[in-house]
Each structure stands twice: as C-alpha cells, then as structure tokens.
C-alpha cells in the first residue's frame, strides 16, 4: 500500500514535459491512449443530463511558437512557473499543452498573453 501511496505521490508532482512523455510512451510502447482512455472513463460517468452541462474546465494548447519564438518562452515559463528549459522543452514540442484543467477566465488570459507574444494558440 505504501508502494501505491509512493507511487501516486510521484505522478502527482510530474511536470507537464514529464507528462507528455509518460504519454508518448504509454501510446508507443503499450498501445494507450492516455487522451482517449479519460475520455472513455469519463464519457460512461457524464451520463446524458450531464452532457448538456456548460463546460467549466478548459485546456490551452500552444500550436506554435510564431516569430517571437524567445517570447514565447519565456511567457509559458512565467505562466506555468516551470524553468527555462522545461518551458523551452514545451515551445520546442508543439503542439503542446501549457495548462489543463483551468476555468475559462484564466484560459482566455492565457490564450490572450500568448498571442499578444505571438504565438498560435487553441483553447480546447
């Protein structure tokens, strides 16, 4: 039991490159798709009243960097509170999520910020 609380505790504090990676392996190596299987997990407990239901969470996606590539990285690094190289890391792999989860106020902010910096965003 403690091996899981261990266990749970290290995916807990993974950094968002770290999460990307641990997805790319999941999907090449094992066959799964984490995007899909939370998918799955959370379509079955929606129900259909639920469904319905304004969304309430909100994801941003950076597309691309743009022309002002240094800007950028330097904004998805004071916005995610990540170090250089992590943020670096992000604008490099784009497509690429800076945060997930997050209400739709602080998303717009986000998406905001970042194409004022000159980036391609999407909000999903």
Same mark, same amino acid.
């Given at each position: 039991? /403690?091996?899981l609380?261990d266990?749970?505790?290290q995916? !807990?504090n +993974?950094t968002?490159?770290?999460v990307?990676?641990?997805a790319?392996? +999941? =999907?090449? $190596?094992?066959g799964?798709? %984490?995007? &899909?299987?939370? !998918?799955a997990? #959370?379509? %079955?407990?929606?129900?259909g &009243?639920? #469904?319905a239901?304004e969304?309430?969470?909100f994801d941003?996606?950076? @597309? &691309? #960097?743009? /022309?002002?590539k240094?800007?950028?990285v @330097?904004?998805?690094k004071?916005l995610?509170g990540?170090?250089?190289? $992590?943020a670096?890391?992000i604008v490099?792999?784009?497509?690429a999520?800076i945060? *997930?989860?997050?209400?739709?106020? $602080?998303? *717009?902010?986000?998406v =905001?910020? +970042? *194409? $004022?910096a000159? #980036?391609? !965003? *999407?909000? @999903?």
């Amino acid at each position: 039991m /403690a091996e899981l609380k261990d266990f749970a505790e290290q995916l !807990v504090n +993974l950094t968002v490159k770290e999460v990307n990676e641990l997805a790319t392996i +999941l =999907k090449d $190596e094992y066959g799964i798709e %984490p995007a &899909a299987a939370a !998918v799955a997990v #959370a379509g %079955p407990a929606a129900g259909g &009243a639920d #469904a319905a239901e304004e969304k309430t969470e909100f994801d941003v996606i950076l @597309k &691309a #960097a743009g /022309a002002s590539k240094l800007a950028v990285v @330097k904004l998805v690094k004071e916005l995610t509170g990540l170090g250089l190289k $992590e943020a670096k890391g992000i604008v490099d792999s784009a497509p690429a999520p800076i945060k *997930e989860g997050i209400a739709k106020d $602080e998303a *717009e902010g986000l998406v =905001k910020s +970042l *194409e $004022e910096a000159g #980036a391609e !965003v *999407e909000l @999903k």
